[in-house]
């Protein structure tokens, strides 16, 4: 089985999931987020894990990671049954750490030529964050950019983060996704 990335999984499960509609307005993900998408999306969940895309998971996707707890890995739920050992979150890790981390799983689930393009701190609704942006491929050679934003809220890892084929589909929807990126509230 090929190593699957986060934002590629949903495909091999969709067979079997179910997808429901996002409307715009306030919309609360499991009891971990609360955010105001400004128009339809399509969700799914896998897990702890919540996608939401317009076009496709292995286009463009969502995906909300909701509370990790001390000792999970944060993309165990997207990783198939024959993946390599993901890292683990630890209590108590800065900002810093967890960003390394959630880059070392990405390589872990077949992120190749890596690249960090910006780290910063930046501030949500409810917790301080770190926000990460990158460009990486999958072994289909076709480059991909994402965001990723974590914050550490009562000892649990929560994540949100944008990823998206850098062709066309990352760009397209970047703008938007910013916008809903800044109504993010970690509950």
């Not at 987020?33 to 896998?46: D, G, K, L, Q, T």
Request: hydrophobic share 40%.
């Amino acid at each position: 089985m090929k190593r699957l990335l986060p934002l590629a999984i949903a495909i091999s499960v969709s067979g079997c999931a179910i997808y429901s509609l996002v409307q715009p307005g306030k919309v609360e993900v499991g009891n971990a987020f609360r955010v105001e998408p400004a128009f339809e999306w399509s969700r799914v969940e896998v897990g702890n894990v919540e996608i939401w895309t317009i076009n496709g998971s292995g286009l463009e996707a969502v995906q909300f990671i909701k509370g990790v707890e001390d000792g999970e890995a944060p993309f165990q739920s997207l990783s198939g049954p024959g993946e390599k050992k993901l890292q683990k979150y630890r209590k108590g890790m800065n900002p810093v750490e967890i960003q390394d981390l959630m880059i070392s799983n990405l390589k872990s689930l077949g992120a190749v030529k890596l690249d960090v393009d910006t780290q910063a701190p930046m501030k949500l609704k409810g917790a301080d964050a770190f926000r990460t942006e990158l460009t990486y491929a999958l072994e289909d050679g076709l480059r991909r950019k994402a965001i990723i934003v974590t914050a550490v809220k009562s000892d649990k890892l929560f994540v949100v983060s944008y990823f998206g084929v850098k062709l066309h589909y990352f760009g397209k929807y970047k703008d938007d996704v910013e916008r809903l990126f800044t109504t993010i509230e970690v509950l």
